[in-house]
Nanobody
Framework: VQLQASGGGLVQAGGSLRLSCVAS????????MAWYRQTPGKQRELVAA????????NYADSVKGRFTISKDKDKNMGYLQMNTLKPEDTAVYYC??????????????WGRGTQVTVSS
């Protein structure tokens, strides 16, 4: 199973971006999906996530009310809508997914990351 994230770019403060993450491969289910971000010298931090099989969403306090995580189960895709972006949102954003393959083997995979840069 592989993940490919896209949608990053350069945007002015106050602007919006939508990140996409597509899962491919031997997928039976995607149970949970999450977005993380990382800046140089810092640990990767959770931004938003579906948990408990997608029934619950969690957000970092710093993005609550501005970011929205969503998914399209039929297309094996996840999204992160980011509004009212701030310079401190600048980071490489990664998607993460866990679920089962058709052989019912559990997986937990990461995408390569997409750069988001917010200018002031």
């Amino acid at each position: 199973v592989q993940l490919q994230a896209s949608g990053g770019g350069l945007v002015q403060a106050g602007g919006s971006l939508r990140l996409s993450c597509v899962a491919s491969g031997d997928i039976f289910s995607i149970n949970d999906m999450a977005w993380y971000r990382q800046t140089p010298g810092k640990q990767r931090e959770l931004v938003a996530a579906f948990t408990r099989g997608g029934s619950i969403t969690n957000y970092a306090d710093s993005v609550k009310g501005r970011f929205t995580i969503s998914k399209d189960k039929d297309k094996n895709m996840g999204y992160l809508q980011m509004n009212t972006l701030k310079p401190e949102d600048t980071a490489v954003y990664y998607c993460n997914a866990e679920g089962f393959t058709r052989q019912l083997i559990e997986y937990n995979v990461w995408g390569r990351g997409t750069q988001v840069t917010v200018s002031s």
